[in-house]
């Protein structure tokens, strides 16, 4: 499909252009960096109760200049080729943000999975999957997908088993697909991860208290109003953590509505509510907008958009009243809004540093599948027993006993969880000082261009370092 002009993938290029200005690179280099550089588009059918359906499906691998690439497999019926790249290319951004060593590639398939029987949606993965052995665009070391609107674990363990049904040598074959259930090779945390990533971003930007100040906000997270749009695996899991994390979280939008409340929403009995009425409306004590993108608007101090793209535009921008955007979803705020809300004064917070918590911990769960032991395993048992001898030297040194409760406490040594959301804290907090330095050092940029810069640097420096550009 040829891209119209304001086109998905037009405007990460123009993002991305607008970052390269200010890089020096030579413009070849840069075009390299800006193009998808494989675009594969198949179809193939698949038998349903009323005869043959014959499905759209894409996979586009944007960077190749580290391997494996890595992005995720969307199934939705509004896919088209343009969206597969645009949201390729982000994925080559952001694992360079987060020093993830890979290139960037997306997937799709054009179905509406509700449509589907349970048999039939296997059917489709499995065919997806052949699909992509036979062309080699999926392998441990070639092309690694992932989770992503419309699909999750149950599908990443139908990739695996079809993967190692067709490569029955392999030894590696569990690291052909990341997101899978921890019973098939996945890892512990990776279903929160890039909730608890937009979380551990928005907490980083919030305890900066100069940017808090120029944004006329208190610092750090606690009392500070929040609106999710999403309820999905990114929304519902960015709002638990911030919830727990100090933030009230005013105002949640699903697709069937919105509820607003200025005194806070406890967001597990929204959750109860939504299961038994099979809707957020009505929740009790909130006012129940009619439509999900009305809630964007609603007074508050941090928007997280978690659903999907192109929710903030040209129209809605002007009314837009948070101080701080943080992009939980792919590409949810488009050019033209992003002018009218950068002028506003308002902070965004880029998708593809926010919602990079999903993509890193992705490569947690493949170096697992690589080494095939899990994290914590080796040496969980040594540091609790060297810290209990540490507390008894203390003890004998000091005549003074500590309670069993305290020790309990001081001698814990990590298990795989806990291994993954330090991984994923410290990768969060670095990649944002990363950008803000180069946000702060360069004048009249934002966020976003600073993030664009960094990524750029770097995947810039793999190919100079490679020898492919001089
Ligand atoms: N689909 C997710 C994203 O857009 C995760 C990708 C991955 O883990 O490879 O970042």
Known sequence: MSSSPTSFFDTVCKNFDKAAAFTGHPQGLLDQIKACNSVYQFMFPVQTDEGYDVISAWRVEHSQHKLPTKGGIRFSENVNEDEVKALAALMTYKCAIVDVPFGGAKGAVKINP?????EELQRITRRYTAELVKKNFIGPGIDVPAPDYGTGPREMAWIVDTYQALNPSSIDAAACVTGKPVSQGGIRGRKEATG???FYAIRE????AEDMKALGLSTGLDGKRVIVQGLGNVGYHA???IQEGGGIIVGLAEYEGAIYNPKGLDLEAVIKHRKETRSIRNFPGATTLDSNRAALEMECDILVPAALENQLTEENAPRIKARIIAEGANGPTTAE???ILLKKGIMIIPDMYANAGGVTVSYFEWLKNLQHVRMGRMGRRFTERSMGQVIDVIEKATGKKITDQQKALLVRG???EDLVNSGLEDTMILAYH???SI???TKGIDLRTAAFISAVNKIATSYIELGIFP
């Open 114 to 118: 509700a449509k589907y029987t349970l």
């Open 196 to 198: 608890r990533g937009v």
């Open 205 to 208: 930007v919030c305890s900066v």
């Open 239 to 241: 709002a638990k953590f």
């Open 337 to 339: 809004a992003e002018d």
């Open 414 to 416: 990590p298990d795989e």
């Open 434 to 436: 990363e950008i803000r």
């Open 439 to 441: 946000w702060k050092q």
